[in-house]
């Protein structure tokens, strides 16, 4: 039987319900205090009470997992977290953050582990989750789950990593077949789970602490420092002689495949209040639909977003004076112009206006942007 085979074995078939919950209600539920404040008629109602069973739903499957571990001699560790353990601020490093397990990278949060576990001495971390459909999420779930285990190698210098996704139901997208070393347990949510809700503010037990060789705080793991920052300007300054022409795509490509992993997005620059109306409406975007009051923004930034195994997107963001609901544009690079895409309402203090596919080959596109633009000296990742 192979790794992977032997990972699937161990979900628990049978589980008792009153073994591993008694202990659920000492976990920290952000969205009990937003449940009480919600009218059970309001339209976000039903969307707030979801996420609360999600918060449960991962406290059920920890308690599930430690139920495992005090009882199985081929989980060689497990981190603890929740009510076991007590927060303190770390600069570096894995750390907790109100019942999450988080790296941290001085003081900046890289990435959140559901859980941590070595298994017959190799690394598996956990992500629970009660979502299992959707395009959209499917796809930045399965991106967060790479880069999740790329950080995990180069902090623990693995070879390989394994992740364990645990959700009520089985995960069909194909997009998510798109990862090798990961497992899909199944483990249907809590029963009676409303009954449990009620209980939830009502710590009328004792804890149960729970007990074995294995288990370990999350600051007792032993790994690399990673030289973060240092990566993300490196790949900033290839990003810039990228622009430059100064290197090939393919040169930044390949010292893109080595950092994509810490960071989402690279902000380079910005447009000032006074040049926005030049850049808007004479330089790019030529839609007679497209009717925007350059009053009401301060500035335009530019950026770049990156994800794995797909070339890096130019983006481009309005930043309005004040928060308010607005109607936006977004807008795709194709054959050297911006075509319309679609129409967004939403109230948000950033705006996404343009959003070309791939990086744009064009030496006009780069040098209106480099004669507009303010180009940070220090760039902001994100």
Not at 286 to 296: A, I, P, T
Request: with cysteine; hydrophobic share 40%.
């Amino acid at each position: 039987m192979g790794f992977i085979e032997e990972l699937d074995s161990l979900c628990p078939k049978n589980i008792v319900f009153n073994d591993i919950t008694g202990n659920l209600v000492y976990y920290g539920y952000p969205g009990i205090a937003i449940i009480k404040k919600t009218n059970k008629e309001h339209k976000n109602y039903h969307h707030n009470l979801a996420n609360l069973k999600g918060q449960i739903y991962e406290a059920y499957i920890c308690e599930i997992l430690y139920n495992l571990a005090k009882d199985n001699e081929r989980i060689n560790k497990i981190v603890l977290k929740g009510p076991y353990v007590k927060q303190k601020e770390i600069l570096t490093g894995f750390g907790y953050d109100k019942n999450r397990i988080i790296y941290f990278s001085f003081d900046e949060q890289i990435a959140e582990f559901d859980e941590l576990f070595f298994f017959n001495g190799k690394l598996v971390f956990v992500e629970i989750t009660t979502t299992t459909s959707g395009s959209i999420i499917m796809k930045n779930f399965v991106n967060d789950i790479k880069k999740k285990t790329k950080l995990l190698m180069e902090l623990f210098d693995f070879e390989e990593v394994y992740s364990l996704v645990v959700t009520p139901k089985k995960i069909n997208s194909l997009k998510f077949k798109e990862l090798s070393n990961c497992v899909n347990w199944v483990i249907p949510n809590v029963k009676k789970i409303d009954h449990l809700i009620s209980k939830l503010s009502k710590k009328n037990q004792s804890i149960k602490i729970v007990y074995g060789n294995n288990f370990i705080k999350v600051d007792e793991l032993e790994t690399k420092k990673l030289a973060i920052n240092k990566r993300r300007m490196t790949l900033f300054r290839k990003f810039m002689n990228l622009v430059n022409y100064k290197i090939s795509k393919e040169d930044f490509f390949l010292e893109y495949s080595k950092h994509w992993w810490c960071v989402n997005r690279i902000y380079l620059g910005s447009i000032p209040n006074d040049k926005i109306k030049e850049f808007i409406i004479n330089d790019f975007i030529n839609s007679n639909d497209f009717q925007l009051k350059v009053e009401n923004y301060k500035k335009i930034v530019f950026g770049v977003k990156l994800e794995p195994n797909s070339k890096p997107m130019f983006e481009c963001y309005l930043i309005p004076n004040k928060e308010y609901i607005s109607k936006f544009e977004a807008f795709q690079w194709k054959d050297g112009n911006f075509m319309k895409r679609k129409s967004v309402i939403k109230k948000s203090t950033i705006l996404r206006i343009v959003k070309p596919e791939i990086i744009p080959n064009d030496k006009q596109f780069w040098k209106k942007i480099t004669n507009l633009c303010e180009i940070v000296e220090i760039p902001e990742f994100y």
